[in-house]
């Protein structure tokens, strides 16, 4: 199918793209990599007035920073991510999680900051935020505002972004040593949006767990955050026992809704074995760091 009759606009700075924005507001749309806006508006699930095109507001925009903040602006693509060294061993779940995302050639157009502000519950992406110190900047002619995670998805394809605001930047502080991170998803296909994904942050001290983020996708409209499996295996060496209470914990603390894929039990269920694996890979991982 074709998209319906909308406006293309290319600016050539930051500050036209925001005057655009300003003044198309609800109308208007962000193009960047296209991953998620394109196949909306050929399929015409989407009808939008105004497409604003990002890509030529300047090179500073596709630069990775990986220092002791990681930051990551609006153009950055996730194969370039996904074959950053320096984002590799700075926070290694990316590009863990970046492996499971659709296909190579739809990863070299794609942009991280696009695919967090699409907000897709099933996505990759804003799981592995999630579980990460990560800060969102907002820009909008009005000026620039930050976002802490927690506070930025809010409902399915729903996030704190404004009519009239872009997704400038995302920065992720180090996690703090000791800290092994694991991404998890059991799709149909692969390449297909999972029926359900881990990803976790935890923190070791020898074989002892001291702090852990664990969250999922696909089961909420928004990534979930387990915070009673968190609560149980922190303390602990991730036992057999632990292991198996985990899984049950996890069952219990979503409730997906079923679609054509898969119905609610299915993914409640499939949801404890992820998180049982990853706490299990995570495990293992930490013992062959400690040998």
């Keep these: 199918m074709k998209p319906g009759r909308f406006t293309y606009h290319a600016p050539r700075g930051l500050d036209e793209a925001l005057a655009l924005l300003t003044e198309y507001g609800d109308e208007s749309k ?12 050929n399929f015409r699930l989407a009808q939008i007035e105004h497409v604003v095109d990002i890509n030529r507001i300047g090179a500073e925009f596709s630069a990775i920073d990986a220092g002791e903040t990681i930051r990551i602006p609006a153009l950055v693509r996730q194969r370039q991510a996904e074959r950053s060294a320096e984002l590799a061993e700075a926070v290694p779940l990316l590009r863990q999680a970046l ?37 969102f900047t907002l820009a909008s002619a009005r000026g620039l505002r930050t976002v802490e995670v927690t506070d930025f998805f809010q409902f399915h394809l729903t996030t704190a972004l404004e009519p009239d605001e872009l997704l400038l930047e995302v920065s ?30 935890v923190r070791f001290d020898g074989n002892r767990v001291t702090g852990c983020r664990i969250a999922a996708a696909g089961v909420a409209p928004t990534p979930h955050r387990l915070t009673a499996v968190e609560a149980l295996v922190t303390g602990s060496s991730l036992e057999p026992a632990v292991l198996a209470d985990a899984e049950s914990a996890a069952r ?18 499939l949801t404890g074995v992820l998180v049982k ?3 299990a890979d995570a495990r293992s991982k930490q013992e062959t760091a400690n040998a």
């Design 252 to 269: 219990q603390s979503v409730e997906p809704t079923g679609d054509i894929h898969a119905g609610a039990d299915y993914r409640r269920r």
């Design 99 to 135: 492996h499971q995302v659709a296909h190579p050639q739809i990863r070299n157009r794609g942009t991280l900051c696009g695919s967090l502000a699409h907000a897709d519950p099933a996505a990759e992406l804003p799981t592995v935020m999630s579980v990460l110190d990560t800060t």
């Design 172 to 201: 992720i502080r180090r996690p703090p040593p000791g800290t092994v991170t694991v991404f998890h998803e059991f799709a149909t296909r692969r390449g297909d949006f999972a029926l359900a994904a881990i990803a976790a942050a």
């Design 30 to 41: 962000i193009l960047a990599g296209g991953q998620s806006l394109m196949p909306l508006l």
């Design 277 to 279: 694996r990853a706490l």
